[in-house]
């Protein structure tokens, strides 16, 4: 089984012409829905087909409500902390070039505790995979890390967003990290000080992003997410997890995207799903997997709702 531990927000999304200017009042088409990287992440677990729980934060309110009927709609547990801060929310100005501003109010999510989560001790050590994104107190994530590793359970740390605070002490209890470019380039500027461009990421040769990889984590291994090119893996030489490679890329599925929100989370979700149903798999299918899931959840608009339904095992027929 998979356990996410992270945030739910409340989606509210104005489509605008263009993003308002400060003091102006515009018109937006609105819409709402769920959001937060560790809810969009529990949704793309369970229907990658993998039994998951999703431990949060939530308010007495009606977005605390919502979030409780959609996991019980998709079908995995939902276990929330209850919250006097407001469910969290995030407010979405997306203008006609696709371009966002995104405000958010953490509300609950800011006060998931670490005492909670160690409450939920069984849960954890019971687990195949856990999976942590820093959209939560860094005290919190770590316990959570902390308690899974401790009982040798595989430990995934997406590091997202980029501009979450220090996660030095966070990048030694995970097995594997999944930043996105724009993280992989905030973590090397901040904790190993390499400077590199996130524009440049994907260009650079294997080798040397392989080096970047190993500066950054001891024996953990890096997956770097590189959008509409694909994925990078590296490795520690002595945790190839069943490859036989050390690093390697692969290439993004072939598809019309049309709208890539939520392509790290979906990616983040398929890839823990593959681990736990498929836990003796070489980790290059585990990518592969993942990598087809999120390239299918780019096709729909929307972040939790376009996550598509399929497993390993389904992927594996074709
Ligand atoms: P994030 O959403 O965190 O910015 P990425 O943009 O790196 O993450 O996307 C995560 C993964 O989603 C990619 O590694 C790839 O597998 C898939 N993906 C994203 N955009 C596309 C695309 N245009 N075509 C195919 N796959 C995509």
């Known amino acids: 089984s998979v356990v996410v531990v992270g945030s739910f927000n409340v989606d509210h999304v104005w489509r605008c012409e263009s993003l308002p200017a400060p003091g102006a009042t515009i018109a937006g088409r609105y819409s709402t829905g769920p959001g937060g990287k560790g809810f969009n992440q529990a949704v793309a677990a369970c229907r990658a087909g993998a039994d998951t729980s999703f431990l949060c934060a939530l308010g007495d309110d009606a977005g605390g409500a919502t979030a409780r009927d959609l996991a019980a709609q998709d079908g995995f547990a939902l276990i929330a902390e209850a919250s006097s801060e407001p469910t969290g929310t995030a407010g979405i100005y997306v203008d006609a070039r696709g371009r966002n501003t995104i405000v958010i109010g953490p509300g609950a999510n800011a006060a998931l505790s670490t005492d909670f989560v160690q409450q939920q001790q069984a849960l954890l050590t019971g687990a195949k995979v856990v999976l942590v994104q820093l959209e939560s107190p860094v005290q919190t994530i770590e316990a959570a ?17 980029a501009d979450a605070p220090s996660t030095i002490g966070l990048l030694k209890l995970a097995d594997v990290i999944t930043p996105n470019e724009t993280e992989f380039a905030a973590l090397l500027g901040r904790h190993v000080g390499e400077r590199v461009d996130a524009n440049d990421v994907a260009a650079l040769d294997g080798a040397s992003l392989h080096a970047l990889c190993r500066k950054l984590v001891g ?17 520690a030489d002595e945790h190839l997890r069943g490859d036989t490679q050390p690093y390697y890329r692969v290439g993004a599925e072939q598809v019309q995207a049309i709208d890539t929100t939520g392509a790290g989370d ?13 836990p003796d798999a ?12 999120a390239g299918r959840s780019t096709e729909k608009e929307g972040a939790a709702a376009a996550m598509p339904r399929f497993t390993p095992a389904d992927a594996e027929v074709k």
């Open 219 to 235: 024996n953990g291994t890096v997956v770097v997410t590189l959008g509409s090119v694909g994925v990078f893996v590296s490795h």
């Open 282 to 293: 070489p980790f290059a299918r585990h990518v592969r997997f993942a990598n087809q899931f």
């Open 145 to 161: 890390l902390a308690v899974a590793r401790e009982a040798g359970v595989t430990t995934v740390l997406n590091t997202a967003p």
């Open 266 to 278: 979906a990616f983040n979700g398929a890839l823990v799903a593959s681990l736990a149903q498929v």
